[in-house]
């Protein structure tokens, strides 16, 4: 439901998924189907309030993004003043704000691939309490160069954090949206490795579109082929800075993304043999191969 609009408006679709999972790119690819809107990355469920939300932002100095992307669909949709549009809506809960952003791009579906919100469990629970009829999109990626990447990105403060850590992420959010997967069933929630869609995207578009019950006509799919058509594939000219990824953003056309059929985990990252195992195992369910032999010391 709109929170100004009072219109009926559909549930979006949510891409749940680790940082560094192509997230950027598949939410475009998404979103320019004729029936879908890729939002950048909105952040709405990270907290109950928007005004914990702008609180948090104020706190990092702008340096999380943790408003950019809001900021960003609002003035795309013609907000002229969206700061001041979030401080008076400070006593909303946050998702109500998405109910408003659903209801200005509606009749299109819109499409939510914030990666804080497969990080915690609770707010999982807080987009499914107020979008319970939601589709949930699980987005994959093999974990070796995931958790290369990841190590990257948390390096940002300029601390690097040993691969041990980024693989105890990765096993740890994998493993609860399998268990999402579980509960929730085939109907709400499907699994995508991204390098599957991005290598493969007309027959991957193809069952995406299905599964969510939208056209899979050629047109349709060969527009989702075009990421780089995408409102949000640039840079902010405002720049509001970090509402997508900044890679992405460099090169916004849609790369096949090669997987060798398998893939060592490097022994320089010096895993427990049981963090060593968990990974690989969880790693098999996701349909990733591997050398058999373990790489632990």
Not at 108 to 114: A, C, H, Q
Request: with cysteine.
């Amino acid at each position: 439901m709109s929170a100004e609009s009072g219109g009926e408006v559909a549930a979006p679709v949510l891409v749940l998924c680790l940082p560094r999972s192509h997230s950027s790119v598949v939410c475009a690819m998404l979103g320019q189907h004729p029936e879908l809107f890729g939002f950048p990355e909105l952040n709405l469920f990270c907290h109950e309030t928007v005004g914990e939300i702008l609180d948090e932002d104020s706190a990092s100095d702008g340096r999380a993004g943790v408003i950019a992307g809001i900021v960003r669909t609002l003035v795309y949709l013609g907000e002229p003043a969206p700061h001041e549009w979030l401080r008076k809506r400070a006593a909303w809960p946050a998702a109500r704000v998405l109910d408003e952003l659903l209801a200005r791009v509606a009749p299109r579906r819109g499409v939510d691939k914030s990666p804080r919100t497969a990080l915690s469990s609770e707010c999982v629970e807080r987009a499914l309490r107020h979008y319970p009829h939601a589709k949930l999109v699980h987005l994959t990626r093999h974990p070796v160069p995931q958790i290369e990447s990841l190590v990257r990105f948390l390096a940002r403060d300029g601390r690097t954090p040993p691969p041990s850590f980024a693989a105890h992420l990765w096993s740890f959010v994998t493993e609860s949206l399998l268990d999402l997967e579980k509960r929730l069933g085939d109907e709400q929630v499907t699994r995508v490795r991204s390098e599957d869609l991005l290598s493969h995207p007309l027959e991957e578009g193809a069952r995406l579109a299905r599964w969510l019950g939208l056209r899979d006509d050629a047109d349709a799919l060969h527009a989702m082929c075009h990421p780089e058509r995408s409102a949000f594939a640039s840079p902010s000219p405002a720049g509001e800075g970090l509402e997508n990824d900044a890679e992405f953003q460099r090169r916004p056309a849609l790369r096949p993304v090669e997987l060798p059929e398998h893939i060592p985990l490097p022994r320089e990252w010096k895993l427990d043999p049981w963090l060593d195992a968990r990974v690989r195992g969880m790693a098999k369910r996701l349909g990733y191969a591997f050398d058999s032999a373990c790489t632990c010391t």
